[in-house]
């Protein structure tokens, strides 16, 4: 049953138009990544579905409701939190601070507690450092930090975009490790990513976007082993 659905989006920067009649859907307890070059229109697509740019055209709809035109910051307490590229971070407030910030939409104290004793138990490191200042962790703890703080909101579909950016392979690996263990927990995942290769081995599904248009499809799997696409994208 699909969580999210994407119908026939487009998005306009001017005279340019950036997405031109996209559709996909992602199903409960799936990851699916939108994989493509730089410039292909991926983050494009992540802004416009939370509504912090505007949509020429489509519609948007996330678990049975019209979200199309629902401002960003309604869309949090509905369940469905974005992990920005380039992560986002409060950098003058601490590691914990960050994580609070993240169940700002929630009313329910003690479960607010409770889920950041989730987090700090998934990722101990993030507890190790609770009162050290953010902007003075790596990249990689950063983008862990930045993933935990949206998952402080509870959500049903977390939006990842970019998470293995700047990274050394280590964390990338890391990072691909969490995202798996976050769907298994039980939250959805979409996934925008340049880095195809590792993307496609966690997704169970993927589009291949170029410039603003869907031109594949396919189980994580299928795409892996598509020609054209190992040529494009893998290095092959």
Do not use: W
Not at 114 to 123: D, G, I
Not at 125 to 132: D, G, H, N, V
Not at 160 to 173: A, H, K, Q
Not at 202 to 208: E, G, K, P, S, T
């Amino acid at each position: 049953m699909a969580l999210l659905t994407v119908e026939d989006l487009e998005v306009s920067y001017g005279l340019i138009k950036a997405i031109r009649g996209v559709s996909f859907e992602v199903n409960r307890g799936e990851i699916v990544a939108l994989i493509g070059a730089n410039g292909a229109g991926k983050t494009t697509i992540m802004h416009s579905l939370c509504n912090l740019i505007p949509k020429a055209k489509g519609k948007v709809t996330y678990d049975g409701k019209d979200i199309t035109n629902i401002p960003a910051h309604k869309l949090v307490p509905m369940g469905m939190a974005q992990v920005p590229e380039g992560r986002r971070i409060f950098c003058e407030l601490t590691v914990a601070e960050n994580l609070k910030m993240g169940a700002y939409t929630r009313s329910d104290k003690g479960e607010k507690e409770n889920t950041l004793k989730e987090v700090y138990a998934r990722f101990p490191i993030l507890k190790e450092r609770s009162k050290q200042i953010a902007g003075t962790l790596s990249g990689g703890e950063q983008q862990m930090l930045a993933m935990s703080r949206a998952l402080m909101s509870r959500p049903s579909l977390i939006l990842l975009d970019e998470p293995s950016m700047g990274l050394s392979p280590l964390y990338v690996n890391t990072i691909f490790d969490m995202i798996t263990e976050i769907n298994r927990a039980g939250t959805t995942v979409l996934l925008v990513e340049q880095n195809a290769k590792k993307a496609l081995s966690v997704a169970n599904r993927a589009y291949v976007l170029e410039t603003g248009l869907i031109v594949r499809e396919g189980t994580g799997e299928e795409l892996l082993n598509d020609d054209a696409v190992i040529r494009a994208y893998l290095g092959g």
